[in-house]
Each structure stands twice: as structure tokens, then as C-alpha cells.
């Protein structure tokens, strides 16, 4: 059993910054692939990039490219998400997810996560 705890959400302006991060309690962390995924108010749950267990590979959804980046610590059980030049757009519920052995076309879909947190909110205003 996994359980994820993220945190590090809040309300900032248009153009700022936020890292979200994700403590993990599973005792082999390292064997998880991770995501980070969002929900906005009535929309589905999409991917927002994802990162290996070893943290080798990175991925992410094309129209975030450039602006956030995944990265994680396994000593300390611990994913990261940093958002840079945040829009109103990217206003939604941030979760973290962990899947065991993704692969490269699989580690972007829901379906393969097998634990998720509770979720962080992210505001951000115009």
C-alpha cells in the first residue's frame, strides 16, 4: 500500500511559480514510476508529465513542455512538480500518482496508476 500526501498548492498571479510536492510512505518508492496529473472544474483528469523510477526519463504533456518539470529525490520518497510562467489555465486539482513499470507508452495514461493523493490546489489568477 501507497499512500501520497502532496502539498505546496496555493493561489498566485499569472506568470508566477509554484513546486508541488509528493511524500510517498511505500517502503520501496523507488520502484514506482510517478505523474502528476490535474482536474479543472468540469473537465477529465489529464496528464501533466510523469517521471521513471529511477528518474532517468521524464515525460510530459506537449502543451506543458518547457513550463513545468518533474523531478524526484528518492532518498526522501519524495516527487516534485515546478510550474514556471503559470496561466489561469492551469487552474485546476494537482494529484500525484505512483505506477508500477509503466512503459513509455503507458506512463501517460490514468489508467495506470495504481495510488493517488488527495490532490493540491492550484489557482492561479489573471
Known amino acids: 500500500q501507497v499512500q501520497l500526501v502532496e502539498s505546496g498548492g496555493g493561489l498566485v498571479q499569472a506568470g508566477g511559480s509554484l513546486r508541488l510536492s509528493c511524500a510517498a510512505s511505500?517502503?520501496?518508492?523507488?520502484?514506482?514510476?510517478m505523474g502528476w496529473f490535474r482536474q479543472a472544474p468540469g473537465k477529465e483528469r489529464e496528464f501533466v508529465a510523469a517521471?521513471?523510477?529511477?528518474?532517468?526519463?521524464?515525460y510530459y504533456a506537449d502543451s506543458l513542455k518547457g513550463r513545468f518539470t518533474i523531478s524526484r529525490d528518492n532518498a526522501k520518497k519524495t516527487v516534485y512538480l515546478q510550474m514556471n510562467s503559470l496561466k489561469p489555465e492551469d487552474t485546476a486539482v494537482y494529484y500525484c500518482a505512483a505506477a508500477i513499470a509503466p512503459s513509455a507508452f503507458t506512463i501517460a495514461t490514468l489508467e495506470k496508476y495504481d495510488y493517488w493523493g488527495q490532490g493540491a490546489q492550484v489557482t492561479v489568477s489573471s
Open positions: 511505500a517502503r520501496t518508492f523507488s520502484n514506482y514510476a
Open positions: 517521471i521513471t523510477w529511477s528518474g532517468g526519463s521524464t
